[in-house]
């Protein structure tokens, strides 16, 4: 584009000069004519021609090294922006591999082995569950919810925690909900919810504890149980009937929206 314009404006330029010339020539003829046949005038008409000459040779030869020069500096120019231009490119490019190098790298660590859970547990008695009894805002219970789902996920995969407050009563309630991404960790997800249940039986102020497992791919429901803390104090599992269908769909309702709106270890807020 650049060196379009550079060459039409050294035509414009050529063609006013070229112009000026056919008027000075014209000029000459017409002077020519009128002086007759004074000798003297004819002779300082001939040096007048000689010197316009001369003079047209500069100009030309002065538009022409403007042009090369115009040209070689466009052109470099030119140069500069295919340079920079192959220079996004390849920076485009290689965005495009780390992109598909991070997808595949996502991909590989929701397919890593599930851990054991740990015999001594993970820490969930050390949380202030008497200050989740208060009336605490859903900002501070978030806190808490995204901790135990992050800290389970690396033994049940993605997981999403969601704690209920009965403050009248004074119990609360923990329900988790997994994501399952390869039906083989089934298993051992399963021997890791046993662990998990211990350690959960030792908090005095969880009275209900929820356990969902689905399908990431299908959406499918795989397992829902209910384990409810008996006079004993022992918590054991619930056989649900019919009448809690309706209750399923609505939490699997709610942690779906969870999840969409915070990302890969959510938790209601």
Same mark, same amino acid.
């Not at 021609?49 to 538009?63: C, E, R």
């Not at 965005?95 to 997808?103: A, I, M, N, R, Y």
């Not at 740990?118 to 919810?145: C, H, M, N």
């Given at each position: 584009? =650049? ?32 002086? !007759? /046949?004074? &000798? ?37 120019? %030119? ?18 591999? %780390? ?12 397919? &890593?082995?599930?851990?054991? =859970? ?36 690396? =033994? ?12 009248? &009563? ?12 390869? %039906? ?16 959960? %039986? ?32 022992? &918590? ?14 609505? /939490? ?16 209601? !807020?």
């Amino acid at each position: 584009m =650049y060196i379009y314009l550079s060459v039409l404006l050294v035509s414009i330029a050529l063609l006013i000069l070229i112009s000026w010339r056919i008027f000075k020539e014209r000029q000459l003829k017409k002077t020519e004519l009128a002086i !007759g /046949n004074d &000798l003297l005038l004819k002779k300082k008409l001939i040096v007048f021609k000689q010197i316009q000459q001369s003079v047209n040779i500069w100009i030309i030869l002065g538009v022409t090294a403007t042009m090369l020069l115009s040209l070689i500096t466009l052109g470099t120019l %030119q140069m500069k922006d295919k340079k920079y231009v192959e220079n996004v490119s390849g920076e485009l490019t290689k965005l495009e591999k %780390q992109v598909d190098e991070l997808s595949k790298a996502q991909e590989k660590f929701l397919e &890593l082995s599930i851990y054991s =859970y740990p015999e001594e547990g993970i820490g969930l008695s050390e949380i202030d569950w008497k200050d989740l009894l208060a009336q605490i805002t859903p900002e501070e219970r978030f806190v808490y919810e995204e901790k135990i789902g992050r800290d389970l996920t690396p =033994y049940f995969g993605r997981t999403v925690s969601i704690i209920t407050n009965n403050v009248p &009563l004074q119990y609360l309630i923990l329900s988790i909900y997994i994501e399952v991404n390869n %039906q083989q960790d089934l298993p051992k997800i399963q021997e890791n919810i046993e662990v998990y249940l211990s350690e959960v %039986q030792d908090i005095s102020f969880l009275n209900q504890a929820n356990i969902q497992i689905f399908d990431s791919d299908t959406e499918t429901m795989i397992s829902d149980e209910v384990f409810l803390r008996t006079d004993s104090g022992e &918590l054991e599992l619930l056989e649900k009937g019919d009448d809690s269908v309706e209750q399923e769909n609505e /939490n699997k309702t709610e942690v779906k929206e969870k999840v969409e709106q915070k990302g890969e270890v959510i938790t209601n !807020g």
